[in-house]
């Protein structure tokens, strides 16, 4: 028998650290503590998305982007932001009479965008980082 001491691996019944080996069942190693006598497979890490673009998700969905939307400009699954809304339990804004567009432009196209003084007026504007470029997102009222 082979004797282990797993510094990252514990029981997980007991926080026992005395493990052995016990085998291999479907081409995963299990192991089994010497204290209870549990056996267990090592625990598998799953997929982790960056807290950054969870954050920008999350952010873009409250302010009007769709889940879709949002997939298209992050990359990310619109199925993972719906999962975030529902963890978080957060829910738009009712109610509002503003319709919101966005553009992705770098920093050059930010400046001549703020330059333009109609593109300041009369509406709502958030500009957001998103990686090298940036997010203007800018709410126009329904006429």
Same mark, same amino acid.
């Given at each position: 028998?082979? %004797?282990?001491?797993?510094?990252?691996?514990?029981?997980?019944?007991?926080? @026992?650290?005395?493990?052995?080996?016990?085998?291999?069942?479907? $081409?995963?190693?299990? %192991?089994?503590? #010497?204290?209870?006598? %549990?056996?267990?497979?090592?625990?598998?890490? $799953?997929?982790?998305?960056?807290? !950054?673009?969870?954050?920008?998700?999350?952010?873009?969905?409250?302010? @009007?982007?769709? &889940?879709?939307?949002?997939? /298209?400009?992050?990359?990310?699954?619109?199925?993972?932001? *719906?999962?975030?809304?529902?963890? !978080? /339990?957060? &829910? #738009?804004?009712? @109610?509002?009479? %503003?319709?919101?567009?966005?553009?992705?432009? &770098?920093?050059?196209?930010?400046?001549?965008?703020?330059?333009?003084?109609?593109?300041? *007026?009369?509406? @709502?504007?958030?500009?957001?980082? *998103? $990686?090298?470029? !940036?997010?203007?997102?800018?709410?126009? /009222?329904?006429?």
């Amino acid at each position: 028998m082979v %004797y282990l001491t797993m510094n990252d691996q514990s029981c997980p019944r007991c926080a @026992g650290q005395d493990i052995i080996k016990s085998g291999i069942v479907k $081409g995963r190693q299990r %192991y089994q503590c #010497k204290s209870c006598r %549990y056996a267990f497979t090592v625990r598998k890490q $799953g997929k982790n998305t960056d807290p !950054y673009y969870v954050i920008k998700a999350l952010q873009l969905y409250l302010e @009007g982007i769709s &889940s879709r939307e949002i997939e /298209r400009i992050l990359g990310i699954s619109h199925v993972s932001v *719906l999962n975030w809304v529902k963890k !978080y /339990r957060l &829910s #738009k804004p009712r @109610g509002t009479h %503003y319709s919101p567009s966005y553009k992705v432009v &770098s920093h050059e196209e930010l400046l001549q965008f703020m330059k333009e003084r109609r593109n300041l *007026l009369h509406s @709502g504007l958030l500009i957001t980082e *998103l $990686g090298d470029k !940036y997010m203007v997102i800018k709410w126009d /009222r329904f006429r």
